[in-house]
């Protein structure tokens, strides 16, 4: 058989690579770091950035695409560890709610009537299997394979609370238990967490979910180490015309059109801002960002590379400047 993908040594690699015009000037260097990175995340990763025919234009150097790489992974890092963050926060929230609402006993407050009744086939679907997955995390008859801290309670408690069950629980499933919420506990769990928003409740359940689904789709493809870069969604989430009622439409000043139909890396970004209300925490994000930036700029030997990272990602290049004025936004009119 013909395989399209068949096996290539090293050597070959780099010879792949010089066919198609990329510049090597130390080949060592890149064999390493082909060993170290891997080929598809080095190359494949940024070759939409770089290339036109499957052929570089022979200015990039290998260099670049590493320092290019080692900076996307740092930036990457930083939005991952605040996403940490804003799970913790809304399944803090979510347990909150429901443990207040329903009860403490995994039993109870996992019934589906205390949810709403979805219309469509595929939602029901959606529904039970969530409630499912949720409900496996505790019955598992083995249990050394069931993860702390639901495991010390499953030994030690008669009960398993929601604050813990839901420690062990994928942000995905948190995401699909708040959607099928009824209404009353859902605006609950929405102004608990959007609470410095000052906007119709409608707007506030839509802003919160649409944030959500956003950060979530996004951290997936850094958890698995995808293609963030040009990573565009499928559908427009997040709704501008909400932000700009908002102090959130500082972030609106920065973008070059408000006519897109897909969220990008930025909309990950503003997303964050929303469901982070701790100035602490805001601040820090400012200070991460600007850390990371001066690290690619000090090591960015072509500044084209710079502006390539921007310019493919959507991301403008005042980041940092747009996330210190929004740290300090009461020193910063928008209006």
Known sequence: MCYDKPFKDFDEQIQILKDRKLIIEDKDFAIKALQTLSYYDLINGYKECFTKDDEYDGETTFLDLYILHNFNRTFQNV?????????????TILAYVISKNYSVDENLYLNKNNFINPNSTEKKKILNATLKRVNNIFKNKNIEDIDEPTRHYKKCKNHIPPWILFKNINFADAVNIYSFLRGSDKEEVCNLILSHIDIPINDKK?????????????????AHNLKFITYKTDKKYLNYDILKNTDY????????????????????????????????????IACDIEYALSIFKQKALN???FEKFFSISEIPEDIQKIAYMFSFKDMFPTT
């Open 206 to 222: 839509e802003l919160l979910k649409n944030s959500l689904t956003i950060i979530r789709k996004f951290r997936n493809k850094i």
């Open 79 to 91: 939005l991952f560890k605040y996403t940490v963050y804003i799970e913790t926060h809304f399944k």
């Open 249 to 284: 439409k500082l972030f609106l000043k920065f973008l070059p059109s408000l006519n897109v139909d897909y969220d990008n890396a930025y909309s990950m970004i503003i997303s964050m801002f929303i469901l982070i209300s701790d100035d602490f925490l805001i601040t820090q």
């Open 303 to 305: 500044q084209r590379i």
